[in-house]
């Protein structure tokens, strides 16, 4: 029978996770260059140029999953947004005043959860997500989920999202579905 592998998750803050952005862009640019995102070395470049600057926020905060050698098997990162967020004006159709509003402190961002494919299914995503949340003064997340990858979508329907509307995340993205989870 064989042992499973410990799996550590660790939470940080911004300038942990630019320390440890190395690791951030293994796992981002492989679980992100599988089809359906077959994100580019381009994209990849181009998300951690955000990357770096997203890390400076105050309020920034990250998961990095690790093997017991040390070896990065899953990302999570995010942070509230602020008044001034462009997340709502990229839906297809239009929400509520009250649903949109933004204070930099209703709403946590989770930007991107990744977690490569040998580790999947094993708990690690959820793992992650929590790690961010714990302690969380935020009323609710909100995340882009492509609605052609079932198995992120099943995980988050588990754990409570709720789709809100649809969206075009960046210029030239495929269709997403917005889905929020109330945290109180």
């Known amino acids: 029978m064989t042992v499973p592998e410990t799996i550590t998750v660790e939470r940080m803050d911004g300038s942990a996770a630019a320390r440890a952005e190395e690791a951030f862009v293994l796992v981002y640019?492989?679980?992100?260059?599988e089809p359906p995102?077959?994100?580019e070395p381009c994209d990849v470049d181009t998300n951690f140029r955000?990357?770096?600057?997203?890390?400076r926020k105050a309020s920034?905060?990250?998961?990095?999953?690790?093997?017991?050698?040390?070896?990065p098997v899953g990302i999570a990162y995010g942070y509230p947004l602020s008044p001034s967020a462009g997340w709502w004006d990229r839906l297809t159709t239009p929400v509520s005043e009250d649903l949109r509003r933004e204070d930099g402190h209703r709403t946590f961002g989770l930007m991107d959860l990744a977690v490569r494919a040998p580790w999947r299914r094993r708990g690690v995503a959820r793992r992650m997500h929590d790690a961010l949340l714990t302690g969380a003064t935020e009323e609710r997340v909100?995340?882009?989920a492509r609605p052609d990858v079932p198995a992120a979508q099943a995980a988050y329907r588990s754990w409570g999202y709720r789709k809100v509307g649809e969206a075009h995340p960046w210029e030239g993205a495929d269709l997403h579905d917005v889905m929020m989870l109330r945290l109180r």
């Open 60 to 71: 920034f905060r990250a998961a990095l999953a690790r093997t017991g050698d040390g070896e």
């Open 142 to 144: 909100l995340l882009n």
């Open 50 to 55: 955000r990357f770096r600057s997203q890390v």
């Open 37 to 39: 995102y077959d994100r």
């Open 29 to 33: 640019a492989e679980a992100f260059g």
